[in-house]
């Protein structure tokens, strides 16, 4: 695992990053108590990590103490690779041992988010993970500073600096992004500061803003906050949507002139660490990380602007379904075919395995052990966090899995894609060393959207009436809508206000609001007259989050591509496409990402993926029309 690619997911993706996996996946109100009759482990074992909170106390402090020491290798270093190895173990056991105080950290806030005990367990953590990137700041800096020719003749003479050589290759390949010590350590300890506009964010959004309250047209009161927003933008009747959109964004609309500002300041912020690294721009920065072509991002917004049609043809086919003459904005979010089709645990296991049967032998055996033994925490109660996650850097354990798990098929869908990931972190962990055994998020994505579209296919083959072909195919529909094409809408939304700061142009609440627009018009047809949009719903992008992440949605758009290039291949039976995507797996984190897609025969910088993903849309809707034209 890259040192500092370890601090930065686990000090933020217990908080966001993993909370954001399943955008595509819905994370609603429960409307009803799932069934808990099942004899399929339900809640988790956490004393897999520590036995006790005493034991979690007394690694805390023995990796706490230890922080002092790292800092003793800084002056020797670079002198032998004997020096280097020790060193680089050192920092690696350490980073090792905190993911897994981290792990058990979250995972308990998780399970109850009122706990005063728990939520300060995870403030250590945090604070734990801040003092150890900071008492490691120092070695990007000192590798780059010696010959880099000691530096390779050092891992060729040593066979046990393997395990550290894509780590230290890509040390040197950032060699003229990469500051002085002095710097950056400075810029390690602003991180707190330069982060400071999302937490800004979070606290107005979260708990300062006064949300309005609506009654619908069954006399139903709703406080419309932005889980009733999540519930209720779906509404049965046609007025009671409109309702919902028109009060919930001319409230947003009340707050963009702060909201503008902050995210300007945080893109501001992105543009000036980018400056600062020597990037000619702060796309090319962001990508840099991952060793990523700028033509994977450029292409997808390509080929999806190319691929607009198959959109529009969507939108058509859904006012058509709908009966709705002229569509609407907030016309996108009900069920094309509703479904009362109960998915209880022990289903969702069921399904998922069978459905996942072409991944063969090893993945299997992985799966069904996971399925088996107490990883899951699956059902949802009071206080416990909202939505789906798997966390897998405890190396030396497992993975752990948490679902709100509710019977319906989102409920399914979320299974299976929580245990792509699960079974992609126990592959990688057994094929790698620590070093190397975490994957990027450029492909754990692909890992578990693979599963939703093998998922989708089995339950087609055998729905046992149109109608019910009609749900599982709407689903899929409405699942390639909101991964592909709406988060590339928001991936050149981002790319957009990022050069416009590059260029020096002023960001203003009223103006992103103008941007947002324009970009929503076009992805929707307004022009064409495909699907209205009203101006007041420009106000959209000051409620997505992930604007804060700095070019990170892109990757749902491109993971859902890359999983439907995959998926398509395993269905038509190719031969070695499933040991390919195995392969991929068990890469983990031991080259870049790009370069181990290319070995599996997948260029993300190529249009081929995008357009898979738009030929299995039109597939879809294919299959659709055939049954409504009956």
Not at 160 to 187: C, G, M, P
Request: charged residues 25%; proline residues 3%; negative net charge.
């Amino acid at each position: 695992m890259l040192i500092d690619q370890i601090f930065t997911l686990l000090t933020i993706m217990p908080q966001r990053l993993l909370f954001v996996l399943l955008l595509c996946i819905s994370s609603t109100p429960l409307l009803s108590q799932p069934s808990q009759d099942t004899n399929t482990p339900v809640v988790w074992d956490l004393s897999d990590l520590y036995a006790s909170e005493e034991d979690w106390q007394s690694a805390y402090t023995q990796i706490d103490e230890s922080l002092s020491s790292l800092t003793e290798h800084k002056d020797t270093l670079t002198n032998s690779s004997t020096a280097l190895l020790a060193a680089m173990s050192a920092i690696g056991n350490t980073y090792r041992a905190i993911s897994r105080l981290y792990v058990y950290a979250s995972t308990t806030n998780d399970e109850d988010q009122n706990l005063a005990e728990s939520q300060e367990r995870l403030a250590k953590a945090r604070a734990l993970y801040s003092r150890l990137s900071e008492a490691t700041s120092w070695i990007e800096p000192t590798l780059l500073a010696a010959d880099a020719d000691d530096i390779r003749s050092y891992l060729a003479a040593e066979p046990d600096l393997a395990e550290y050589d894509h780590y230290i290759d890509d040390i040197l390949r950032n060699k003229d992004h990469t500051l002085s010590a002095q710097t950056e350590n400075v810029l390690a300890a602003a991180g707190i500061v330069l982060g400071s506009p999302n937490e800004i964010y979070e606290l107005l959004v979260n708990a300062d803003i006064e949300w309005p309250t609506i009654t619908l047209s069954d006399g139903t009161e709703v406080y419309l906050d932005q889980a009733a927003y999540t519930r209720y933008r779906a509404a049965e009747n046609r007025d009671d949507r409109k309702l919902v959109f028109d009060t919930f964004w001319s409230k947003w609309d009340q707050f963009k002139d702060s909201l503008g500002m902050m995210l300007a300041t945080e893109v501001n912020a992105n543009t000036m660490l980018a400056r600062v690294r020597n990037y000619p721009d702060t796309l090319t920065s962001e990508l840099s990380s991952e060793n990523l072509p700028s033509a994977v991002y450029t292409t997808l917004v390509k080929e999806v602007n190319a691929g607009l049609p198959t959109l529009h043809r969507y939108f058509k086919l859904r006012a058509r379904m709908l009966e709705i003459d002229e569509l609407a904005y907030y016309d996108i979010y009900p069920s094309l075919v509703s479904s009362d089709k109960v998915f209880d645990l022990e289903t969702s296991r069921a399904l998922t395995v069978a459905a996942l049967q072409p991944f063969g032998g090893e993945y299997l055996e992985h799966l069904e052990r996971g399925l088996s033994e107490n990883w899951v925490h699956a059902y949802p109660s009071k206080g416990k966090r909202s939505g789906a996650y798997m966390n897998g850097s405890a190396y030396d354990v497992h993975p752990y899995v948490l679902l709100n798990h509710n019977d319906d098929f989102n409920a399914l869908s979320t299974y299976a894609h929580e245990w792509g990931h699960a079974v992609h972190s126990l592959l990688a962990n057994k094929a790698q060393p620590y070093s190397k055994a975490d994957y990027s998020t450029f492909i754990a994505e692909m890992a578990s959207q693979i599963n939703e579209i093998l998922l989708e296919e089995y339950l087609l083959q055998r729905a046992a009436s149109d109608e019910e072909r009609l749900f599982y195919l709407g689903q899929s529909l409405e699942s390639m809508r909101g991964s592909f094409y709406r988060q590339t809408m928001f991936a050149e939304f981002e790319a957009e206000i990022h050069a416009a700061v590059e260029a020096d142009e002023p960001l203003t609440g009223s103006g992103l609001t103008d941007r947002y627009l324009k970009l929503l018009k076009t992805y929707h047809g307004h022009d064409e007259g495909v699907l209205r949009i009203d101006d007041m719903y420009a106000n959209e992008w000051a409620y997505i989050p992930h604007f804060y992440y700095n070019f990170y949605v892109y990757q749902y758009a491109t993971s859902i591509a890359g999983a439907a290039w995959f998926a398509e291949k395993i269905i038509d039976g190719e031969e070695g496409i499933s040991e390919a995507f195995i392969d991929v797996l068990k890469a983990g984190g031991s080259d870049y990402p790009h370069n181990i897609l290319m070995k599996a025969g997948l260029d993300m910088s190529s249009p081929e993926p995008y357009r898979a993903a738009i030929a299995r849309m039109n597939s879809i809707m294919d299959r659709m029309e055939s049954i409504l034209n009956k």
